[in-house]
């Protein structure tokens, strides 16, 4: 393909030629001029569509993306919906369970209040018998038995203490009121002539205490309802059976009077 140069260095030849050669030339070179502009206007014509064809294409390419994009967030989108879907759901079970646990915790409140009205004054009645009990018992620990009791009474009136408690409280001062029946037992304390001496308790079944010097013993005599003095041949058999008790001797068979009732083995 001629270029512009060499075109017009063949004008320039040409206008040295004369008139009719001129114009012989330029009729021969019409229609090659003819088709050199075709040619630039085509070049520039497809060059002009190459650049519209790229601006068409970037911008298919960016709405693709934006396209891909989308989908990409409404896919993300859908299983968020779908999971807070099955989570509202777990909720509504959860919060139906909730409500059938609250009905129920209502109930039970009912029921408890009704509980409370019967056991308060049956607690009372348990405490009323038990304090009968220890006055009408063998006088052991009367002291002790008594301030029990007492400390139970104030209790019961206590705010803060649970009923629950309290009931359980009550009941294990019956329990160890059982095991005084199931056990031996020395402990030291006054007389009823404020002399100190050493008792020995055999369950329920004998009471008796010895002085300190260990010759004068005394029983407890359930019929009468006193102490009664006991023949010096049993001081022996007091004083083993309170050794006994204080795990200062091995147990052994103890040979002891009843008063009333003659002797005990």
């Known amino acids: ?11 320039m030849r040409l206008i040295r030629l004369p008139s009719y050669g001129v114009m012989a030339i330029l009729l021969m070179a019409s229609p090659y001029l003819t088709a050199q502009n075709l040619l ?3 070049e520039q014509s497809a060059q002009s569509n190459l650049r519209a064809a790229k601006a068409s294409q ?3 390419d960016k709405a693709y993306e934006q396209q891909r994009d989308a989908l990409h967030q409404y896919r993300q989108t859908q299983t968020e919906i779908d999971q807070l879907a099955i989570y509202n759901k777990q909720l509504q079970k959860i919060v139906s369970n909730q409500n059938i646990q609250v009905d129920s915790l209502k109930t039970q409140i009912k029921e408890i209040e009704i509980t409370q009205q019967g056991i308060m004054p049956l607690m009372e009645r ?7 009990f220890i006055q009408l018992d063998t006088p052991f620990l009367i002291k002790e ?4 009791v007492a400390n139970l009474r104030v209790l019961l009136l206590s705010a ?5 408690e309290k009931f359980r409280r009550i009941l294990e001062a019956y329990q160890i009121e059982v095991e005084y029946g199931r056990t031996i037992e ?12 050493d008792y020995l308790r055999v369950g329920r079944v004998a009471l008796y205490y010895l002085s300190l010097d260990g010759t004068n013993a005394h029983a407890w005599n359930t019929i009468e309802n006193k102490w009664q003095p006991i023949d010096s041949d049993f001081d ?5 059976g309170i050794r006994i008790a204080r795990k200062q001797a091995a147990p052994s068979l103890l040979n002891l009077q009843l008063p009333g009732l003659g002797e005990l083995q």
């Open 1 to 11: 393909m001629t270029n512009k140069k060499d075109a017009f260095e063949i004008l």
């Open 40 to 42: 630039q206007d085509n």
């Open 58 to 60: 970037t911008k298919i």
């Open 126 to 132: 348990m405490l009323n018998g038990l304090q009968q």
């Open 145 to 148: 038995r008594e301030e029990r």
């Open 160 to 164: 803060e203490i649970t009923v629950s």
């Open 186 to 197: 020395a402990y030291r304390a006054e007389n009823s002539q404020q002399q100190m001496v």
């Open 236 to 240: 022996r058999s007091i004083l083993n």
